[in-house]
T-cell receptor
Framework: KQEVTQIPAALSVPEGENLVLNCSFT??????LQWFRQDPGKGLTSLLLIQSSQREQTSGRLNASLDKSSGRSTLYIAASQPGDSATYLCAVKDFNKFYFGSGTKLNVKP | GAVVSQHPSRVICKSGTSVKIECRSL??????MFWYRQFPKKSLMLMAT?????????EQGVEKDKFLINHASLTLSTLTVTSAHPEDSSFYICSALLKTSGGSRTDTQYFGPGTRLTVL
């Protein structure tokens, strides 16, 4: 069964820092990997989706990479801002099912 | 982009009552929807896959008689928590699958904003 792990569980950084969130998964036979943002008490906002054949995706200050063979993905956030404070979830897709990590709670201090 | 709504966003009920949560795809048809449950500081747990016009497929350990799912139309799936108890208190999130011509590899799930259920 697919297991998704995210490290660290929580992260606190000063504004302006570049940071990396990590995601690992046990079964490399995935269709795609997606990074989401979740604000407290809210649903999920999709940030980046990487297909299994891709190595990375970029959107603004966000860059996500995928190394399927090693079962790893990273989300890089450049020049962090207080508005980036949220929980970041990664999920891998196997056919129609998503398997979620437990998330990294990010706090960006002004 | 595709929009999925959930209603209600928050519900408080007494123990023993039943609660219905609606999930709607507002601008696309979804033959498949998913229901997730999220415990505090935990990840999303897939509860069941809802298929329009047929019975839902439940994940292992999820009581299908307690969590009734009905996918009556291509834009609406409902989750009914029957005889709710305090341990059913949780954050429930649905998603709707937008199918593409590229097949399963490019099909995309769009998530609703979630429903906070509190059972007293």
């Amino acid at each position: 069964k697919q297991e998704v792990t995210q490290i660290p569980a929580a992260l606190s950084v000063p504004e302006g820092e570049n940071l990396v969130l990590n995601c690992s998964f046990t079964d490399s036979a995935i269709y795609n990997l997606q990074w989401f943002r979740q604000d407290p008490g809210k649903g999920l906002t999709s940030l980046l989706l990487i297909q299994s054949s891709q190595r990375e995706q970029t959107s603004g200050r966000l860059n996500a990479s995928l190394d399927k063979s090693s079962g790893r993905s990273t989300l890089y956030i450049a020049a962090s801002q207080p508005g980036d404070s949220a929980t970041y979830l990664c999920a891998v897709k196997d056919f129609n099912k998503f398997y979620f990590g437990s998330g990294t709670k990010l706090n960006v201090k002004p | 982009g595709a929009v999925v709504s959930q209603h209600p966003s928050r519900v408080i009920c007494k123990s023993g009552t039943s609660v219905k949560i609606e999930c709607r795809s507002l601008d696309f048809q979804a033959t498949t929807m998913f229901w997730y449950r999220q415990f505090p500081k935990k990840s999303l747990m897939l509860m069941a896959t809802s298929n329009e016009g047929s019975k839902a497929t439940y994940e292992q350990g999820v009581e299908k008689d307690k969590f009734l799912i009905n996918h009556a139309s291509l834009t609406l799936s409902t989750l009914t928590v029957t005889s709710a108890h305090p341990e059913d208190s949780s954050f429930y999130i649905c998603s709707a699958l937008l199918k593409t011509s590229g097949g399963s590899r490019t099909d995309t799930q769009y998530f609703g904003p979630g429903t906070r259920l509190t059972v007293l």
